[in-house]
């Protein structure tokens, strides 16, 4: 966890609040999708990536 960008986990966090308790339908799943997809296209997602599968040099 303390590897992870700031705004990844601030996001992440939000998420788990978000859909805790909440019963699992297509809707949730689809915002689940939504919010970790837009983690991962930010700037600071894509780049740790990058690092993470060897396309980018730390």
């Not at 939000?14 to 339908?25: A, C, R």
């Not at 970790?36 to 296209?41: F, H, T």
Request: charged share 30%.
């Amino acid at each position: 966890m303390l590897a992870n960008g700031p705004n990844a986990v601030m996001a992440a966090k939000k998420l788990v609040f978000d859909v805790s308790g909440k019963p699992i339908n297509k809707g949730l799943i689809d915002h689940t999708c939504e919010v970790i997809a837009d983690i991962r296209a930010s700037t600071e997602g894509s780049g740790r990536f990058k690092r993470l599968f060897g396309k980018e040099k730390t």
